[in-house]
């Protein structure tokens, strides 16, 4: 515990507590998304090898994939030179880190001006949060 | 230019005016570095094909590699789901994101609870930046 508050002090969680996070396939590289941790997200995170962000919009803290069943484990973590933004990679299970379906959140491509869907639909979210 | 107003609006320049913008590797896919850009940093990006970003630290625009001539030609720019973070896939001058002289900014990696140094570097920066 004395270490995990050693390395908490080690990043710079100061814009309001939170550090962006950003979550890489383990196995393609592909970015998959971007998430704000806490410290308490981080803890967790370290301890469950499950990614935990805090979320900003509900402000509360969040396990990826708590109501999709779509987890990620981790299977690295990685931090930049300024100590305030984190780079995991994980194994997405389900394939799909983001909530409208796609295997990656950045699913948009510019062309032009314009923004263009440009991803692999994994899952419709229609029928996927419908149980609710 | 009134297209570029759409497209602005399209993203969620709403922190501080600035959008979380992730460069990476067009052939690697390694992530590089994340930085911050504002709506002008954004129209320049776009319009020279060099990706320009905004320094929070010095308060102002700041093209990438203007200094170190790591500049960074932006092949493709993504945005996710949420409109609030940007993609670039870029070809990195020089080799190194990090003005450390990594290849990337993130190059620490979580080992137990320690950061243990992990990446590759291409330059040393006080050879490089010694003649200003």
């Given at each position: 515990m004395?270490?995990?508050?050693?390395?908490?002090?080690s990043m710079?969680?100061?814009?309001?507590?939170?550090?962006?996070?950003?979550?890489?396939?383990?196995?393609?590289?592909?970015?998959?998304?971007?998430?704000?941790?806490?410290?308490?997200?981080?803890r967790?995170?370290?301890?469950?090898?499950?990614?935990?962000?805090w979320s900003r919009s509900r402000q509360q803290l969040w396990r990826k994939g708590e109501e999709s069943g779509h987890v990620q484990k981790v299977r690295e973590i990685r931090v930049d030179c300024d100590k305030d933004v984190l780079l995991?990679?994980?194994?997405?299970?389900?394939?799909?880190a983001c909530h409208l379906g796609f295997r990656s959140c950045f699913s948009w491509r510019l062309e032009?001006?314009?923004w263009v869907e440009d991803g692999?639909?994994?899952?419709?979210?229609?029928?996927?949060?419908?149980?609710?």
């Open positions: 004395h270490m995990m508050q050693d390395l908490l002090r710079k969680i100061d814009t309001g507590g939170l550090v962006a996070a950003i979550a890489q396939d383990a196995e393609t590289d592909e970015v998959l998304m971007v998430a704000w941790m806490n410290a308490e997200a981080f967790l995170t370290v301890k469950t090898g499950l990614a935990h962000y995991l990679k994980v194994e997405q299970v389900g394939g799909a032009g001006e314009a692999e639909r994994v899952f419709n979210p229609e029928e996927k949060y419908k149980k609710r």
